[in-house]
């Protein structure tokens, strides 16, 4: 038996062991950021690190983080080989139970080959697969240790924004040093045709305060020439983007490496189906598909399974063309709204004259014309 089937013979062998195990892990409620949950993390950090232990990990440790504890384990036992760090967390996202209607979040059910739970696939499915992996290397070689030597983090804030990995990483750097870094809490392709995810999007949290009118004011009196906090936050919004989703500010993308041909072409043979994918993502549309399709006739990549992408990419086109127009259309009015904010459009409350063009003095709740301006009440 060679070593390929060798790791699928112990996988089809230990597959009902590890479904217990994780349906075991996923009866512990691990919510982040909720307080009364706390000690359901402490559990939880606890309960891996008694799987790596079983593993054969001799060297593991809770390290605590600012919301919940992170698991950290070491397996060097293999000089000048690589040392792979696999991060991931043990932390679940809080549960609304309107969307459990079927089975409880923290009571796993198997079905039609799935196993449902909280936390069944982000992520503690990953970081069991992992250790799962590692059995399985072991069995299939003979190997007392890993081929490669092995670090584990595993915290338990992620889903609440990893308010303490910096300090984490930062009071522990030279334990975490590694050649690679595996990160598993990502999207899997396809059931059919695995793929790894080798990069992922960054974030960076901004905090911005627009300042408007001193009180609420009145809208049909001064909303003309005062401006809109909300209108103004949205057009720096939609400034952000170009029409393509690139980021807009200036030099951001200098530092950014362009991705190579031989990538382009990788990505480009990934099966996909624009359907397929709207219905798997929850998302109504996709940007740009005609880019997309264009990008995948370039590499020749056969379409045959995806007869719908023109039609959609067309449908797509039109709808942005109408999106042009909208945005050219409320230009215009705005345009006007403001001409209108100048002109003869009111008359003085006190003597019922019209107020003539750029004479307008708006004032809140209510316009007067120049002569009568100063003695308003």
């Given at each position: 038996m060679n070593h390929d089937d060798a790791v699928r013979n112990y996988l089809d062998h230990t597959t009902p062991q590890y479904l217990d195990k994780l349906a075991?892990?996923?009866?512990?409620?691990?919510?982040?950021?909720?307080?009364?949950?706390?000690r359901h993390l402490t559990r939880s950090a606890n309960w891996l690190a008694g799987e790596l232990r079983d593993a054969g990990f001799p060297s593991t440790e809770i390290w605590e983080g600012v919301q919940g504890p992170a698991v950290f384990a070491e397996w060097k036992a293999a000089p000048g080989a690589p040392t792979i760090l696999i991060?991931?967390?043990?932390?679940?996202?809080?549960?609304?139970?309107?969307?459990?209607?079927?089975t409880a979040p923290f009571e796993p059910v198997l079905r039609d080959g799935r196993l449902y739970g909280r936390g069944s696939s982000d992520a503690k499915g990953q970081v069991l697969a992992h250790i799962w992996g590692l059995a399985a290397h072991l069995a299939a070689t003979g190997r007392t240790t890993p081929a490669v030597n092995l670090?584990?983090?595993?915290?338990?804030?992620?889903?609440?924004?990893?308010?303490?990995?910096?300090?984490?990483?930062?009071?522990?750097?030279?334990?975490?040093g590694a050649d690679a870094v595996i990160f598993s809490d990502t999207l899997l392709w396809k059931?059919?045709?695995?793929?790894l995810c080798t990069t992922v999007r960054g974030m960076v949290p901004v905090h911005l305060e627009v300042l408007g009118p001193l009180t609420d004011i009145?809208?049909?009196?001064?909303?003309?020439?005062?401006?809109?906090?909300?209108?103004?936050?949205?057009?720096?919004?939609?400034?952000?983007?170009?029409?393509?989703?690139?980021?807009?500010?200036p030099a951001f993308y200098d530092s950014v490496e362009e991705i190579s041909p031989t990538r382009r072409e990788e990505l480009?043979?990934?099966?996909?189906?624009?359907?397929?994918?709207?219905?798997?993502?929850?998302?109504?549309?996709?940007?740009?598909?005609?880019?997309?399709?264009?990008?995948?006739?370039?590499?020749n990549v056969d379409d045959e399974h995806d007869p719908e992408g023109s039609t959609i990419a067309f449908e797509l086109s039109q709808a942005t063309a109408l999106l042009k127009q909208s945005r050219a259309s409320l230009a215009q009015?705005?345009?006007?709204?403001?001409?209108i904010s100048q002109g003869t459009y009111g008359v003085c409350s006190v003597c019922g004259a019209a107020i003539p063009e750029g004479r307008l003095e708006a004032r809140p709740w209510t316009p007067f014309c120049v002569a009568h301006a100063s003695g308003r009440p």
């Open positions: 075991e892990w996923i009866r512990i409620p691990s919510v982040a950021g909720v307080p009364e949950r706390q991060y991931s967390h043990h932390d679940v996202r809080a549960v609304k139970d309107e969307n459990w209607d079927q670090k584990w983090l595993v915290e338990g804030e992620e889903e609440a924004g990893s308010p303490g990995l910096s300090a984490i990483l930062d009071e522990h750097r030279a334990e975490l059931a059919e045709h695995p793929a009145h809208s049909g009196a001064v909303s003309g020439p005062a401006p809109n906090p909300a209108l103004e936050i949205s057009r720096m919004l939609t400034e952000l983007h170009d029409e393509k989703g690139r980021i807009a500010f480009a043979a990934l099966p996909f189906d624009p359907a397929d994918w709207l219905e798997r993502s929850h998302t109504r549309s996709i940007r740009d598909i005609t880019s997309v399709n264009a990008a995948r006739q370039d590499s009015i705005e345009a006007a709204l403001g001409r």
